[in-house]
């Protein structure tokens, strides 16, 4: 026994260090010579030190028993003692079944074949499945111990009392759904182990023991597929693709009355203004022409110009239409140029009303730069960025926060700083602060930093893996974890305390009109005060032409009487 074991291991190890090494393959293992304990209990101890060399459980022990002769070779130099089967006398099948008859990742010994010389079949193996599948489809409620890494959304922790008063876990999250789902799907028990749910060293060292020494079955939550992973643990297949992204200040919405000046440009705005004081002057020349004052006579004066071509701009009618041709033409394309300009003005203006306009949009790092921003950073993404080496973050302040949750939020509402984070994190924040519109609050520059496929890890060799693979992509094929992440969202945005008015813009609420109505107060308020000034001019002048038509009379009068009194 010694002496197989010493082969035994030797040649196990030297597999393991093949590149083609694959815990999952088919093993053949042959044990020739005379046993000195019973065959079932040989088979347990050579086939469970297979499972426990990183779960190795598609094995097949072959025990050849007859007389044996022991033999020296000589190769290359040194001399070996081999073991040599004269005359076989029996050939005995053993393999191991983890979950049979409602075992639970157990070493069950089962005898699958034998042969003997005796035996007057000698197709004794031929009907035999060597290598069965060993999973079943349903368990028998067998315990599955479950750790997670990660933050949310990825990792929601719930925490409970059981009735021995410790503390209990319950996972969720877009890391966990689909394995929560895999475990009601086939009947397991699932067993939360404390998570990891801060990015320290010592956490990631705790996680790595627990897999290296296949304490626990599955680790999931934030998990990427990266080669160093699987150094010492076995990864699913792609749970989860996200995207490490640059997060910025959105754009702030423009202020009213800024949005009503940006209409237009400011040369449009200043070439408006100059055609209206140049048509309201030729207008008022015209009028005071010799040979055309019968053309406007309603307009001898400046400011009846003004108004005339104001109120054509508005839209409005004058009180007189030109005369001449050459006038006529004039007002024509005056007509046709107010009109152009008011068209487009109230196109323009009406979609201020039912959309706000905003500042512009941060796209690349150069844009970032410009505005001034501090890069905010925490332990993990210094790990990456050192790691990474990227030379475009060297030329911004830095910011150090000791929680990444406290570095997003203050990207997405401070507006100071900038930052990277995995796509889900950051949208998932503005859905706990109850903003239903996260377009205004989670912005992001064009390129991303890098794309990861987010996995599920268990321990190298792990039997349940085959199973979950196959699980994981039915599910990410028929599209459930979009639905979870949507249902998460819509439940912490219900649950938030405060909730952001200004991310949901209601058209043409009394807010957005307020604007409007101002200017018809004021244009309401002055139309009042022309009004005013100009019945008390008119009564002034009035009061000025009778006073003069008296005084007129009078000195007609006096005149009369003198001639009279000479003649």
């Known amino acids: 026994m010694e002496e197989f074991e010493n082969t035994f291991t030797e040649n196990v190890e030297n597999l393991k260090n093949t590149p083609y090494w694959n815990p999952r393959s088919n093993f053949l293992v042959f044990a020739c010579g005379k046993l000195k304990k019973p065959p079932a209990e040989f088979a347990h101890r050579v086939l469970s030190a297979l499972k426990q060399t990183s779960n190795i459980i598609n094995a097949v022990l072959f025990i ?16 070996t003692n081999n073991t040599l089967i004269e005359n076989i006398k029996a050939i005995s099948a053993y393999t191991l079944f983890p979950y049979i008859n409602g075992a639970c990742n157990e070493d069950v010994i089962v005898l699958i074949g034998k042969w ?13 499945d060597f290598f069965p599948d060993k999973i079943p489809k349903r368990f028998t409620g067998c315990v599955l111990n479950i750790t997670a890494f990660g933050v949310e959304p990825y990792l929601i922790v719930k925490t409970y009392k059981s009735e021995n008063g410790e503390n209990k876990f319950i996972f969720e999250g877009i890391g966990m759904e689909l394995i929560n789902l895999f475990a009601r799907e086939v009947n397991l028990t699932p067993n939360f182990i404390n998570p990891v749910t801060e990015f320290k060293s010592e956490g990631m060292l705790e996680l790595y023991d627990l897999l290296s020494n296949g304490l626990i079955d599955i680790l999931a939550g934030l998990i990427p597929s990266v080669l160093p992973i699987n150094s010492f643990a076995d990864l699913s297949v792609p749970v989860l693709i996200d995207t490490l992204e640059y997060v910025v200040p959105c754009p702030k919405p423009m202020k009213k009355t800024e949005k009503i000046i940006a209409l237009f440009s400011l040369s449009t705005w200043i070439s408006m203004g100059l055609v209206f004081i140049i048509v309201s002057i030729l207008f008022w020349l015209l009028s005071n022409y010799p040979t055309r004052r019968n053309d406007f006579t309603r307009f001898n004066l400046l400011t009846q110009s003004f108004s005339a071509a104001w109120a054509v701009l508005l839209g409005n009618s004058v009180p007189q239409i030109p005369k001449f041709l050459g006038t006529r033409t004039l007002f024509i394309i005056y007509v046709w140029y107010c009109f152009a300009i008011s068209t487009v003005f ?7 009303l039912v959309e706000p306009g905003y500042d512009g949009h941060l796209k690349t790092l150069d844009d970032v730069k410009r505005a001034e921003l501090k ?6 993404m210094e790990t990456f960025q050192r790691a990474v080496d990227i030379e475009e973050l060297d030329d911004f302040e830095q910011i150090i926060y000791t929680d990444i949750n406290e570095c997003v939020k203050t990207v997405l509402f401070n507006r100071d700083t900038f930052s990277a984070a995995l796509s889900y994190f950051p949208s998932y924040l503005a859905s706990l602060a109850g903003i239903s519109d996260q377009s205004k609050v989670v912005c992001f520059l064009d390129k991303s930093v890098i794309t990861l496929s987010l996995a599920v890890a268990a ?5 349940l893996l085959k199973n979950l693979n196959v699980h994981i992509r039915r599910c990410v094929e028929a599209g459930l974890l979009e639905g979870y992440w949507s249902k998460i969202k819509h439940e912490v945005n219900l ?3 405060n909730t952001d008015e200004d991310s949901e813009y209601v058209v043409f609420s009394l807010t957005h009109l307020s604007a409007v109505f101002m200017l018809l107060l004021y244009g309401h308020i002055l139309s009042a005060i022309l009004l005013v000034s100009e019945l008390a001019v008119f009564w002034i002048m009035r009061n000025k032409s009778q006073i003069i038509k008296s005084n007129n009379s009078k000195f007609s009068t006096n005149a009369d009487l003198k001639i009279q009194d000479k003649n």
């Open 116 to 128: 003997n010389a005796h035996n007057t079949s000698q197709d004794s193996f031929k009907s035999i």
């Open 375 to 380: 890069l905010g950073t925490y332990y993990i």
């Open 495 to 497: 649950k938030a305390n």
């Open 64 to 79: 050849f028993t007859g007389d044996t002769e022991q033999v020296n070779s000589n190769s290359n130099g040194c001399t």
């Open 346 to 352: 109230q196109a323009y203006f009406t979609t201020y």
């Open 459 to 463: 321990p190298i060799g792990h039997p």
